[in-house]
């Protein structure tokens, strides 16, 4: 078989940030019936997905060499299918403490899988003089979209989370395999020095700046996909395909704004599209913690997906063409300190919200996006040069 994406990488990274989006998202719209299934609460489930972020944060010490050694295609088409699997067998969990466990294989794939795909975007996007990571990211948010729609519906039509994982675990898979197996990966935007790897990778001023300023995007993107089905069904007792909405519609817009973002970001600068990004955000926030009835909340998720759009993208970019460290270093130490809180907001925002409501986890988005408003500066290309 020929390489389907021959003299179109561009789209090869589209697919890839697709199939891995959807591959992650399986496991989110179908997080109230597994919690039902385990018969426990929210801070017992919150607990239990700390596995996904306990296994990102131990296998992002050694992601960069992982991806500097082992080929794009070979990570995805081994990723992909260890990230399904491991949602399969969380599925047959009877215990949280399993489901943790398991989910630390899933959390291992997520962080290679992660590297890889945003370095390869960056390759691609210094090779052809053309902007895609924003509108790599909208096929991640597209797939996460595609997850949350397929995830209602089986939902909605009571097949077991275990059946609806291993449907897609077939089906991800082979369509990894088939269309990355003869894909030549982009070579790197620079030949830079590697040096031995210490295992951690502390971030330089400039990554730490990056990391407070993505923190409000994360979290809120986070919230949203780990709560928001659980959210509408708790307050406003919502039927699972309603609720699945709420999710679909996040990542909808997430996928919408950054499929065109890229113009405006070239034609209006990075912080000014940032700022109107943030200002999005607390305006949906706003919306879900003080809403009264279905449709406002909902308006409030469209609203946090479509803010949290483009935050990480352009923290990405900016961390890849920093000269201080290799663009894998970069990459991997911004991914080590931000996407944890990704992945952290289900045991935070569970305790909040069995203690308190859940309105109130989603209040905890207000002090970081304060933040974020104090370091768009970070994305400034003066600011780009290294520290030493």
């Known amino acids: 078989m020929k390489d389907f994406f021959q003299s179109k990488p561009k789209d090869a990274v589209f ?46 010490l050694f992601a960069d060499r992982i991806v500097r050694r082992f080929n794009f295609r070979l990570i995805l088409m081994l990723g992909i299918p260890l990230l399904s699997i491991s949602q ?39 090779h052809s003089g053309h902007r895609i990571m924003n509108r790599s990211h909208a096929y991640w948010s597209f797939g996460f979209f595609g997850a949350g729609i397929t995830g209602a ?18 089906l991800g898979s082979a369509l990894t395999i088939l269309l990355f197996t003869k894909y030549n990966a982009a070579k790197p935007r620079r030949q830079s020095l590697v040096l031995k790897n210490k295992g951690f990778v502390w971030p330089s001023k400039g990554i730490f700046l990056l990391v407070f300023f993505s923190l409000s995007a994360m979290l809120v993107e986070g919230a949203s996909i780990d709560w928001s089905v659980i959210f509408m069904r708790d307050i406003f007792a919502t039927v699972p395909i309603v609720s699945g909405l709420s999710l679909a519609l996040a990542a909808i817009a997430q ?12 034609k209006y600068g990075p912080e000014r599209v940032s700022l109107y990004s943030l200002i999005a955000m607390v305006l949906g926030v706003g919306c879900v913690v003080f809403s009264f009835e279905p449709i406002t909340a909902l308006l409030g998720f469209l609203l946090m997906g479509g803010g949290s759009a483009v935050i990480f993208p352009l923290a990405m970019s900016a961390a890849a063409q920093r ?14 300190f931000v996407f944890v809180i990704f992945l952290l907001a289900p045991p935070i925002l569970g305790f909040v919200g069995e203690h308190l409501g859940l309105r109130w986890s989603f209040a905890l988005c207000f002090p970081l996006l304060i933040v974020s408003f104090f370091t768009i500066s970070s994305l400034d290309p003066k600011n780009l040069a290294a520290e030493r």
């Open 15 to 60: 697919v890839s940030f697709f199939l891995y989006a959807f591959s992650l998202g399986t496991l989110f719209p179908r997080l109230g019936d597994l919690q039902t299934q385990m018969n426990i609460d929210k801070a017992t489930l919150g607990f239990a997905l700390i596995g996904l972020p306990l296994g990102v944060q131990v296998t992002l």
């Open 323 to 336: 000269t201080d460290k290799t663009p894998e270093e970069n990459v991997a130490s911004l991914a080590q």
């Open 255 to 266: 996928g919408l704004i950054r499929y065109f973002a890229d113009q405006f970001v070239d």
């Open 153 to 170: 519906g089986f939902s909605q039509l009571g097949i077991s989370p275990f059946s609806h994982f291993a449907l897609i675990t077939v």
């Open 88 to 126: 399969c067998f969380a599925a047959l969990s009877q215990s949280p403490l399993m489901f943790a466990g398991i989910l630390i294989l899933g959390g291992a794939a997520i962080a290679v899988i992660e590297v890889a795909v945003n370095l390869e975007a960056d390759r691609v996007e210094a």
